[in-house]
Structures are given as structure tokens and as C-alpha cells.
């Protein structure tokens, strides 16, 4: 994975690796995305300005998303 994101754009990789992901799947992925970005215990602007894309790569609507990190949020007391 690190030799892919030296040589490629993040946002292509991201693109790439959100084809790979069964549809069904998607939203469950970005759960444990957004919950492994909050292994600090926080969530800053970078983290969410990386989640928002994949979301969109996921073809996951703006207020799933939203709905989904709010939950995990919530998970994780913050």
C-alpha cells in the first residue's frame, strides 16, 4: 500500500480501492474507517477532509456519512 500511494495520487488510490469494496459492504467499511481515525480519541479537520471523499467514492449520500461518524462519535464517548 505504501509503494502505491508514493506512486499514485491518494485520490486515485482511494478511487481504486473503493471499487474493490463490495457495494454492500461500503458503509460498514467507512464505519471502521471513521472509528480507526478516532483511535486518538479525536477527530480533526484533515481526518474528516480525508473521510468525506471516501464517502463520496463510496457512493455513500452526504447524511449517511454524516450519520455514520456521528455514531461513532458517539461510540467512542467524544
Same mark, same amino acid.
Request: no cysteine.
Given at each position: @500500500?505504501?509503494?502505491? %500511494?508514493? #506512486?499514485? $495520487?491518494?485520490? *486515485?488510490?482511494?478511487? +481504486?480501492? #473503493?471499487?474493490? =469494496?463490495?457495494? *454492500? ?8 474507517? #471513521? !472509528? %480507526?481515525? /478516532?483511535? !486518538?480519541?479525536? @477527530? $480533526? #479537520?484533515?481526518? +474528516?477532509?480525508? %473521510? ?7 457512493? /455513500?449520500?452526504?447524511?449517511? *456519512? !454524516? !450519520? =455514520? ?8 464517548? %467524544?
Amino acid at each position: @500500500m505504501k509503494r502505491l %500511494l508514493e #506512486a499514485e $495520487d491518494v485520490a *486515485a488510490v482511494m478511487e +481504486r480501492v #473503493a471499487q474493490t =469494496v463490495p457495494s *454492500a459492504l461500503r458503509p460498514s467499511t467507512f464505519a471502521l474507517v #471513521a !472509528d %480507526l481515525l /478516532l483511535a !486518538d480519541g479525536k @477527530m $480533526d #479537520a484533515r481526518e +474528516r477532509k480525508f %473521510l468525506h471523499p471516501l464517502a463520496t467514492n463510496f457512493n /455513500l449520500r452526504p447524511r449517511v *456519512a !454524516d !450519520d =455514520v461518524i456521528a455514531a461513532i462519535l458517539v461510540k467512542n464517548h %467524544l
